[in-house]
């Protein structure tokens, strides 16, 4: 999962790869897709909270992927 938000990250940022335009890549305004992973992550100034849904996959062997048993569900804070 790290592996695809920073490669997306790297490839916003763009050629002038730096400390700065990476913060401005993952704070744009267009949300990260981990291809049904997690829900869409949005980070804006601020406001680096992780979403907080989550869903449920069992393992397909034949098919060798996870696949979705729940939709997405609002996560217990456990505090």
Do not use: C, Y
Request: proline residues 8%.
């Amino acid at each position: 999962l790290q592996g695809i938000l920073f490669t997306e990250a790297f490839k916003r940022a763009g050629k002038d790869l730096n400390p700065d335009t990476l913060q401005k890549a993952f704070e744009s305004s267009r949300p990260f897709d981990t291809m049904g992973i997690t829900p869409l992550i949005s980070w804006k100034k601020g406001n680096h909270s992780p979403p907080n849904e989550v869903r449920f996959f069992k393992a397909d062997l034949e098919q060798k992927r996870f696949v979705p048993i729940t939709g997405w569900r609002k996560a217990i804070d456990m505090k």
